[in-house]
């Protein structure tokens, strides 16, 4: 490793995601349609002497080569702080990989600089991204294979093994046993992040809650339709806002608009780009995040994420 590795973390979205319901391991049985999409955070691995060193630097969006998004149509609401410590998904990641190379001691001699895009909180897998990144980066320099990567993917959350794919991918059980599917012909991403996060586990412990009644809805039905979510009304009932934005994107025209994962963010999808930017100015306001991007293939992921 003589040089700076950087690497792209994309974002996703969940174009559906059903709760089958609970496991005896804590997590829900879910089956997921994950989707790539074009916006990213950055991480760089530094190779230099000396203890493991994290640094974290908040950006906005910019249109990159290949028309990586668009920039924001609204003022970025002020990002949380994101702890560059060990509780850091990229720390943990580079620890995971370290035990995984069988190397002793604590991860030393890189450093790693995240530029973080990707608004937090949102349901839109940043951290998981990272993570992933995170592993593809030092996986070369550290030597170690595809089955290694994996299982230290497996170990750092359910959906970081999403992130090793890329594309459109159906996720089963915790989300982390993945089918590529076809990719679906490129749409226009119009995301809505409200200025609040949601917790993941607090958005599963929001669905247990439910009542029966509103459960049942969630048993899955015959296909996976587009732009199901069956956090969103659990999230929904503590954050109408979400509701309101869903309506807003549907009445805009989106093919499709739900929350994405665990929320905040939600997504509506548009065949054009034209009508993606009128909408996202329509929907900008001080308060939120809105932005323009589009999916992902599989091989546009692979080729744009950088290993
Ligand atoms: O795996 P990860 O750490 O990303 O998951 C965060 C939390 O989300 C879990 O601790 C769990 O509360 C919830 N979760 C779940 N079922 C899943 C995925 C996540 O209950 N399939």
Redesign the pocket.
């Known amino acids: 490793m003589n040089s700076d590795i950087r690497v792209r973390a994309f974002a996703k979205i969940n174009r559906s995601l059903r709760v089958l319901g609970t496991r005896d391991d804590?997590?829900?049985?879910?089956r997921t349609v994950f989707q790539s999409i074009a916006l990213y955070d950055t991480v760089v691995v530094r190779r230099r002497r000396g203890p493991f060193a994290l640094t974290v630097r908040h950006a906005t969006p910019h249109g990159g080569r290949g028309a990586i998004d668009r920039p924001s149509t609204s003022p970025d609401v002020s990002a949380p702080p994101l702890a560059a410590d060990r509780t850091n998904l990229v720390s943990r990641a580079a620890e995971a990989l370290w035990s995984q190379a069988r190397r002793r001691g604590s991860v030393r001699d890189i450093a790693i600089h995240l530029i973080k895009r990707i608004p937090m909180a949102a349901g839109l897998g940043g951290g998981?991204s990272d993570a992933a990144a995170t592993l593809r980066a030092l996986a070369g320099a550290w030597r170690v294979g595809d089955d290694g990567v994996r299982q230290a993917a497996v170990r750092l959350?359910?959906?970081v093994p999403f992130f090793l794919e890329g594309g459109t991918v159906l996720g089963l059980e915790?989300?982390d046993v993945l089918f590529p599917l076809v990719d679906r012909p490129c749409a226009w991403v119009v995301l809505v992040v409200p200025p609040f996060g949601v917790s993941?586990?607090d958005a599963?412990?929001w669905w247990d809650a439910l009542p029966g009644r509103a459960r049942r809805r969630a048993t899955p039905g015959a296909a996976d339709a587009m732009g199901v979510n069956d956090l969103q009304d659990a999230v929904v009932r503590r954050h109408p806002e979400i509701a309101r934005i869903v309506s807003a994107l549907t009445r805009a025209g989106a093919d499709c608009a739900a929350m994405s994962g665990?929320g905040s963010a939600v997504f509506g999808l548009f065949r054009s780009r034209d009508a993606a930017e009128r909408t996202a100015r329509r929907l900008a306001s001080p308060e939120r995040v809105v932005r323009v991007t589009r999916t992902l293939t599989r091989r546009e992921y692979r080729r744009l994420a950088g290993t």
């Open positions: 804590g997590y829900h049985e879910l998981s959350g359910a959906d915790r989300g993941t586990p599963y412990r665990s």
